[in-house]
Structure formats: structure tokens, C-alpha cells
């Protein structure tokens, strides 16, 4: 049998199944199902559940469900208090079978009240600490917010997240990490593509440039030789700046990669968000040699640095560029913006 707690489609579109078979679902999962059928205030209002007038051990958790005018009954087999799982003495559930058999249920009516109470604790109980339920099927903003917290992103106003931000949650471990590791990022990237080869190459020599206050100048700054001189306007570092290598890739991935589409923008978003430390990282795109397409004026791809390569040969050839020199590299993250975001107070 399936977990009850699995998720489920928004919208029932019907609820004739549960009518017809209620015995072959669970009870939680048949609550559920009502629920997102009913609605919440129709839901408490117009289900009632009861257990089972009966000694016999079942084998599922409902017996059947019913519909009585407004009202949907459900007859269950445990937590009842009477029937076979009753935790009161045999006599009393034997004494209602007979009153039953007489044609009366005065005293199982009278009981049935206190259950209109029970089953739905136990159904509340049983969804407290499953917070995926609340998000999904209920659409709390309270209970996604919580989540999100575990992500840094806790939103004290109430709004509610965008959807890229919420396809970071199965990432909450990774983002509870530190200090952040190349194999977090790595991890995280490759979730975010579905599962494709991701690799990550950290300390990857760059030039950057000496800050105009702080260069050398003789008599004033920074000219002890051969301790804190530095002849020039650049330096070469490689702590600064880390590779995202993906591929290979199929050409509609690749397409949506690029700058200003969808798939970029939330790579983007994540990485940014992911990293701590101010340093740049650049995605390195592959694409499948088989899948490119060949550059043509007004037509396929054309973008310059982008897709488009040149000399062109065959897909796979062994003098086609493809093979030691089909990857792009796209900027993801934007060194000063980071360091100004880092410096803003929280």
C-alpha cells in the first residue's frame, strides 16, 4: 500500500471512487481526499466518522463509505470505542450488537457523539507535524515560512515565496552546512537541473585589479620592498572565483541556461543565495556535440559567445571544436553586488 502522507493532485475532480471501493484506501488518505474535494468548512461540517459494529478482525482501516443525504459517513475499523480495537471491556460492544439486533441504536448513537470529536483529533494529531500537508493542500503561509526559515528566507511579513525560492527546500540540508563546500554547491546545482553531471572547480586563477587606494606609491603606501610592494595595476589570485561545469547538455536545457531565460535566472538565484563567501562563480555550459545546431544568419543559433561556434564540423567529428572547446561561461553570480548585499545589515 502507498504512504498515506504522499502527496496528492490539488483538485478531486470526483470523490465516486472512495463511494464505490472505500475499503481499499487508507483513512487518512481517504480524509485527505475528502477534504481537498470538500473544502475545509464543508469538509468539518459534512464528514462523520464511526467505527465498525463488530468482533472480526478487518483487514483495512475503512469498512466502507456512504453518503446520507449531506452527509458523508465513514466506518472505521480501529480507535473506536467499541468494536474490536474498543480499549472498553467486550460486553459493551456485544451489548450493542444486540440492541442492533433489536432493531435500536440509542446507546451506539449516544457513543457516536463522542466519536464526531475523536476521529477528527486523531486526523489533526496525525497532520500536526507533517508540514508538507499544511503547504500543499492547504496552502499555509504560516507553515511555508517555517520551512523557508531553514533556507535563511523567513519572510516576517507573511508573503509568500516565489516558486524558485521554494525549489531550493529539498536543498535546506546543504544550506545548513558550513562553512559551504564546492560539493554543497555541486549538489545543489545538479538538483536544480534535474539530475545532470555537474561538477564544481574551485580556486581557479584570475586577474583582478589592485584597488586604486590601496596600490603602491612610493613614500606613502605600500612600498617596503620586498615586503608589501606591488609594481602594477593587477594581481593574480585564485581564491576568488570557482567553475560550475554542466553537461553534457541537451539542446532545449542549453537553450533555457542562457542569459534571461527561466532555468538561468533561478541557477542564478540559488547559487547566489548559496554562497557566502564573495566569491564569483561562472557556469561552464557543455552541450552535446549531436545536439548543436549550426550557425546560421536569421535562422538556428546565432548569438554570438553564446551558441555559436566557429570553425563548424561535424557532430562528433574529431576535429570538431565540440570536443575541446564547446564550453561557454556565463557569470553567475555578481562579485559587488554580493559584497554590498553582505554588508547590508539584516
Known amino acids: 500500500m502507498a504512504r498515506e502522507d504522499r502527496s496528492l493532485s490539488p483538485s478531486v475532480a470526483s470523490i465516486e471512487p472512495l463511494l464505490a471501493e472505500g475499503s481499499r ?27 465498525a459494529l463488530s468482533l472480526s478482525f478487518p483487514e483495512q482501516d475503512i469498512d466502507n463509505i456512504v453518503r446520507q443525504d449531506d452527509v458523508l459517513r465513514i466506518t472505521a475499523n480501529f480507535f473506536g470505542l467499541y468494536g474490536v480495537t474498543s480499549p472498553l471491556p467486550t460486553f459493551y460492544t456485544e451489548d450493542l450488537i444486540e440492541e442492533q439486533l433489536l432493531g435500536t441504536s440509542n446507546s451506539r448513537d449516544f457513543l457516536d457523539i463522542l466519536h464526531a470529536v475523536l476521529y477528527p483529533m486523531l486526523f489533526k494529531a496525525w497532520e500536526k507535524n507533517r508540514i508538507w500537508l499544511a503547504v500543499l493542500e492547504q496552502k499555509d503561509g504560516t507553515r511555508l515560512n517555517q520551512l523557508m526559515a531553514l533556507l535563511g528566507l523567513h519572510r516576517d511579513t507573511g508573503a509568500t515565496p516565489s516558486r524558485d525560492l521554494r525549489a531550493l527546500l ?15 554547491l555541486q549538489a545543489l546545482v545538479s538538483g536544480l537541473l534535474d539530475g545532470l553531471p555537474v561538477s564544481v572547480e574551485p580556486c ?13 606609491r612610493l613614500g606613502v603606501l605600500a612600498c617596503s620592498l620586498g615586503n608589501d ?7 593574480a589570485e585564485c581564491t576568488g572565483q570557482a567553475l560550475i561545469h554542466a553537461g553534457p547538455l541537451s539542446a532545449s536545457v542549453f537553450e533555457r541556461l542562457l542569459p534571461g531565460k527561466d532555468l538561468y535566472k533561478r541557477v542564478a538565484q540559488a547559487v547566489t543565495h548559496y554562497v557566502q563567501s ?5 557556469l561552464g555550459l557543455r552541450v552535446e556535440p549531436a545536439q548543436r545546431e549550426a550557425a546560421a544568419l536569421g535562422g538556428g543559433w546565432h548569438s554570438l ?42
Request: charge should be neutral.
Open 25 to 51: 484506501y487508507a483513512f487518512f488518505q481517504a480524509l485527505r481526499l475528502l477534504r481537498l474535494y470538500l473544502g475545509e468548512e464543508a469538509f468539518e461540517r459534512s464528514v462523520r466518522v464511526r467505527p
Open 278 to 282: 564573495p566569491i564569483a562563480c561562472v
Open 204 to 216: 581557479v586563477p584570475r586577474t583582478v585589479s589592485i584597488p586604486a587606494s590601496d596600490r603602491s
Open 305 to 346: 559567445g553564446l551558441n555559436t561556434w566557429l570553425p563548424e564540423a561535424d557532430a562528433g567529428a574529431q576535429n570538431s571544436p565540440g570536443r575541446t572547446a564547446d564550453e561557454i561561461f556565463l557569470p553567475l553570480v555578481d562579485l559587488e553586488k554580493h559584497l554590498q548585499n553582505q554588508r547590508v545589515p539584516s
Open 170 to 184: 529539498p536543498h535546506a540540508g546543504n544550506f545548513n552546512q558550513y562553512p559551504r563546500s564546492a560539493l554543497g
Open 229 to 235: 610592494v606591488q609594481l602594477g595595476s593587477q594581481v
